[in-house]
């Protein structure tokens, strides 16, 4: 089966620029091709005209630390991720995520950008980039900018970023300093694949004697079409101990505030509502020990 008719390998953003220029919006980026390519075949797309593969292009597979953020290329993949040592301190939950998307043969190939530019509100790596309220780098109506991840996401499969026009460049977010952390759990189907019947990431910070939460942020999806966060549940955290109490409070909340829907290849809504107790419980103790300790080490990570 044909999947595509033209296939080019920049080498730079500026060269992948000038093709999706000369293909004037005929032209798809492609990454690891685990979403684009797969479901072509499955749908029996007709070929692509012109497929543009930036896995070429060094720039936008690295991962550095500057000027106090992690970055990430766009074209880094899960793996990267994984065997990253800043990531894994600083970010840990971008690590749980990305070590427990499909199995090993996609992670080596499938990226975060692509994760993110699928724009479904449940990648798994999207919802640990929202607890850490990362920014993303785009080419979008001609300019290279930072955006706020959340604001990629129009609703579900639909991004801001133009096929064929626009590129997603990467990622940065500020790594946890002492007394901050994350995790991140998921539900999945044990036969599933592409997408978690629920996934949770959570950012903490504590105060200086690491009994108080002075921050928080949640990230829990899919509740909407779009990727977001636990606004209320984050701020019902602020100043209270740190402690299984506070933190079963904060899980009743959710369940008041939070309306997961009914996907019929993955849960009902009334599943879902049941999971968000048990995602948030898991999380936020892990998240809560691992800033108490000043240690944390990846769970769950697939091999
Ligand atoms: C067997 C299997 C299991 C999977 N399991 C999971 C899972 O557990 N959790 C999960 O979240 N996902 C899962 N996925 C989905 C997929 O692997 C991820 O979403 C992955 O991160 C997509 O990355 P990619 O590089 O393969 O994207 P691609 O397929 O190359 O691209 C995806 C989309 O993003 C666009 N795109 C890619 N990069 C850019 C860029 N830099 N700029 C602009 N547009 C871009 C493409 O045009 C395309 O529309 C699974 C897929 C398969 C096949």
Request: some cysteine; overall charge neutral; charged content about 20%.
């Amino acid at each position: 089966m044909k999947l595509w008719n033209h296939y080019h390998t920049p080498r730079t953003v500026d060269e992948a620029l000038s093709l999706l220029d000369r293909y004037a919006g005929e032209a798809r980026i492609v990454a690891g091709g685990t979403d684009l390519l797969v479901d072509a075949r499955a749908e029996g797309h007709p070929p692509h005209h012109a497929l543009i593969d930036i896995t070429s292009i060094p720039e936008l597979r690295n991962i550095r630390e500057a000027d106090g953020f992690i970055y990430i290329g766009a074209g880094v993949t899960h793996t990267q991720i994984v065997k990253s040592a800043a990531i894994a301190s600083g970010a840990t939950c971008l690590v749980e995520s990305c070590g427990v998307v499909g199995g090993p043969q996609v992670r080596n190939v499938a990226t975060l950008g692509g994760n993110v530019a699928h724009a479904l509100p449940a990648g798994d790596g999207t919802t640990s980039l929202v607890a850490l309220e990362a920014e993303a780098e785009v080419f979008h109506e001609g300019q290279r900018k930072w955006l706020h991840v959340t604001e990629l996401f129009l609703g579900p499969g639909q991004s801001v970023l133009q096929t064929g026009r626009d590129l997603l460049l990467g990622f940065r977010f500020r790594p946890c300093a002492a007394r901050e952390a994350t995790a991140f759990k998921r539900i999945m189907r044990p036969q599933g694949v592409a997408l978690p019947i629920m996934g949770c990431a959570v950012w903490v910070g504590l105060d200086e004697a690491r009994a108080v939460f002075e921050a928080a942020r949640i990230s829990i999806a899919p509740i909407g079409p779009k990727p977001g966060r636990a606004a209320e549940v984050e701020a019902a955290l602020v100043g209270k101990p740190a402690n299984g109490d506070t933190i079963e409070a904060a899980i009743q909340l959710a369940q008041q505030v939070l309306h997961p829907r009914t996907s019929k290849y993955r849960a009902t809504a009334d599943y879902r509502h049941e999971m968000i107790a048990v995602l948030l419980r898991r999380t936020l103790t892990l998240a809560v020990e691992r800033a108490q300790t000043g240690t944390a080490v990846p769970e769950g990570v697939g091999v």
